[in-house]
Nanobody, 130 residues
């Protein structure tokens, strides 16, 4: 069974930190490009941070640069999003997604989004209070 499960969301005060996890089962994440996306109430989904095996790099949307870090643990088949200095504007449901490696660059994955062609988790909610 192919599945992605996000966890780690919750309620945190402005300036606090959270680490989100995206655990994969049924496939190996290191063979895929991975992205974190978020959707705030009343807003469109946006790419937050992505990893591509094609360009060997990572991408962060401008609003999170210097505050968020994407990383992976192959042994646990899990990708993380470390979120520091959280702001109320970061409040959203956060989703991880995966597509076969080599199809997109990290920037393209985040900017364009894999859409229904990728694997998606169910999301984890992050609320940042002011």
């Amino acid at each position: 069974q192919v599945q992605l499960v996000e966890s780690g969301g919750g309620l945190v005060q402005t300036g606090g930190s959270l680490r989100l996890s995206c655990a994969a089962s049924g496939f190996t994440l290191d063979n895929y490009d991975i992205g974190w996306f978020r959707q705030a109430p009343g807003k469109e989904r946006e790419g937050v941070s992505c990893i591509s095996r094609r360009d060997g790099g990572t991408y962060y949307t401008d609003s999170v640069k210097g505050r968020f870090t994407i990383s992976g643990d192959n042994a646990k088949n899990t990708v993380y999003l470390q979120m520091n200095s959280l702001k109320p504007e970061d409040t959203a449901v956060y989703y991880c997604a995966a597509v076969p490696a080599g199809i997109t660059t990290s920037q393209a994955m985040c900017v364009l989004s894999p859409g229904p062609s990728g694997f998606w988790g169910q999301g984890t909610k992050v609320t940042v209070s002011s």
